[in-house]
């Protein structure tokens, strides 16, 4: 008898659990799935990498890939070459870029438009690009460089360590710019009068008043120029010449011609992780150490300039902005301009785009088509992940959070390589298909879209998708006919410029990619370091056309999302 009890107990409890599994509802079927894709692509690699850092050679548990980071100058030097590198980069993006927005949100200048068009279009294009620009311009055989020795200005090459955080500052600046920009156009101006009503000069009043008020939008800005420098691969490889950062030591080692050392490979991403994290909660740290608020209902007047200081601030603001498009305006030119071999010679040809549609015509159809699929699939997670994080909130959902902003601390090398060291073997075999490039993608870039996302979906009233339910409509069906019509505008807007960054993204691509499944990217970067400069030039042409034109079409749909 109690045999059988027990057994209709079992029996009754086994009904009652797949009942409540029964009455899942769509929405937890999609909390379900994204869980379970990022243990797959997340955390799973993560651990593998982790797991493979503790590991020597002879596959013996050892600790000495960390004793010899510690120990070995060649292993903690490049560590130190990274933050110096970054650290140099943030600050002159903040020198460049805080009184860069200062002057066009704060006064009446010219070209207000062009300039912010111009400083968007530099962030927007991959650092690379940026870096193989200035070798044509400032290499050891570069035409300024020439132009300078012929002047009689010594002057040896971009080259080393000073022309990475040149080209780095150039290139992140415009991160600092946007921030600034948007504090500064909603800062509470009653403070900064107050300060002046008190005697304090200008200078005093920035100082005390206007950039503690700011300090959080200005130290995400910093926290994301720290954070594309420190985990950049394309610009230290090709200006490096000897210097090494911790990405490129943590390619060379999983990548090697003489045999690579994956288990010490390991050790510098995870380093490369601690490292970002570190700064990720530093930064929240002195955030929060301080809490500046403001009403904001008194927004700052454009002051009026006299016509002198009207031009001399028009001047600065556009040579900042015209110095940025410059390896922009120079790849397009180049492009056109005939080659023999490494060599530029005098006139203009369509060679080099003739050569690159012969030789590479793979690598731009892989590029547009991996970089479409993952926009289409981060589209549809995005709108469904960011429903879930905001309508639907719990402990969760703000645990599903964290984990989605992992890969935003994740340099691209690093992504790579833990997906290859966890999908290299079965039951899952992804490396050397096209189907880890896309994933890879998708996990990096999600978090961004997932943003956007949520930003539109606070700004929609619930009383929409509460009206359509009561009118018998079911849940999921009002959130594709209702609410994901009413944020696709802005979804879409938020998604091409993940779109820029997919077909621009080298990092996490030349650890994955294979011959079949080259990319622009990296066809450009294998280009330069064959001395083929014509077709790098085109193909980089080629990514920049397509920046601009995605960003025209995000201007047109953020409009229309404001329209609505």
Do not use: A, C, E
């Given at each position: 008898m109690k045999a059988a009890r027990r057994r209709s107990t079992v029996q009754a409890v086994k009904r009652s659990r797949w009942f409540s599994f029964k009455q899942w509802d769509f929405w937890s079927w999609v909390t379900l799935f994204v869980y379970l894709f990022l243990l797959a692509?997340?955390?799973?690699?993560?651990?593998?990498?982790?797991?493979?850092?503790?590991?020597?050679?002879?596959?013996?548990?050892?600790?000495a890939n960390y004793a010899n980071f510690i120990k070995l100058k060649y292993y903690y030097s490049a560590l130190w070459n990274s933050l110096k590198v970054s650290v140099l980069t943030t600050v002159f993006s903040i020198l460049i870029g805080v009184p860069l927005a200062y002057i066009t949100?704060?006064?009446?200048?010219?070209?207000?438009?062009?300039?912010?068009?111009?400083?968007?279009?530099s962030l927007l294009s991959p650092p690379f690009i940026g870096a193989y620009s200035w070798i044509l311009m400032l290499g050891n055989n570069g035409f300024l460089t020439r132009f300078l020795?012929?002047?009689?200005?010594?002057?040896?090459?971009?080259?080393?360590?000073?022309?990475?955080?040149?080209?780095?500052?150039?290139?992140?600046?415009?991160?600092?710019y946007l921030y600034v920009s948007g504090a500064l156009k909603t800062i509470d101006t009653s403070l900064e009068e107050a300060a002046e009503s008190l005697g304090r000069s200008s200078f005093h009043r920035l100082r005390t008043v206007t950039i503690p008020l700011i300090f959080p939008t200005l130290s995400a800005g910093a926290l994301m120029v720290f954070m594309a420098s420190f985990a950049d691969f394309g610009t230290p490889m090709l200006l490096g010449q000897g210097f090494k950062v911790l990405p490129i030591l943590a390619y060379e080692q999983?990548?090697?011609e003489m045999g690579g050392n994956p288990a010490m490979a390991s050790t510098l991403s995870v380093i490369l992780i601690i490292c970002s994290t570190s700064i990720l909660f530093l930064q929240r740290y002195f955030v929060s150490r301080k809490n500046y608020t403001m009403t904001g209902m008194r927004t700052p007047k454009v002051e009026i300039l006299g016509p002198l200081k009207k031009w001399l601030f028009t001047g600065f603001a556009l040579l900042v902005a015209c110095v940025s498009i410059i390896p922009q305006a120079t790849v397009i030119v180049t492009s056109f301009i005939k080659t023999k071999g490494p060599v530029f010679q005098n006139g203009f040809s369509l060679d080099s785009y003739k050569e690159i549609l012969f030789r590479v015509p793979k690598a731009i159809l892989n590029t547009y088509t991996y970089s479409l699929i993952s926009i289409v699939i981060m589209v549809v997670m995005g709108m469904l992940v960011a429903y879930v994080l905001v309508r639907r909130k719990s402990k969760l959902t703000a645990m599903l959070d964290s984990?989605?902003?992992?890969?935003?601390?994740m340099p691209g090398t690093v992504l790579g390589i833990s997906m290859i060291i966890a999908f290299n073997k079965p039951p899952v075999v992804l490396t050397g298909t096209w189907v880890i490039l896309v994933i890879a993608y998708v996990v990096r870039k999600l978090p961004y879209t997932i943003r956007s996302s949520t930003a539109i979906l606070y700004q929609l009233d619930r009383s929409v998708e509460e009206a359509s339910i009561s009118l018998g409509v079911?849940?999921?069906?009002?959130?594709?006919?209702?609410?994901?019509r009413l944020m696709a505008p802005g979804v879409l807007s938020g998604a091409i410029l993940s779109w820029v960054t997919t077909i621009n993204e080298l990092s996490s691509t030349i650890v994955l990619y294979y011959g079949a499944t080259a990319t622009i990217t990296v066809t450009i970067y294998s280009e330069v370091f064959t001395a083929n400069y014509g077709t790098g030039a085109a193909l980089a042409s080629i990514l920049s056309l397509t920046t601009l034109i995605s960003l025209i079409i995000a201007n047109k749909l953020s409009k229309k999302g404001l329209q609505l």
């Open positions: 692509f997340i955390v799973y690699p993560l651990f593998s990498l982790l797991f493979n850092s503790f590991f020597n050679d002879q596959g013996m548990f050892s600790l949100t704060r006064y009446n200048v010219k070209f207000k438009g062009i300039i912010q068009i111009l400083v968007i279009m020795h012929d002047i009689g200005i010594p002057f040896s090459s971009i080259y080393g360590w000073k022309g990475i955080v040149f080209v780095f500052t150039l290139q992140f600046y415009p991160h600092i999983f990548i090697s984990l989605i902003m992992i890969p935003y601390v079911p849940p999921m069906k009002t959130f594709f006919k209702t609410t994901g």
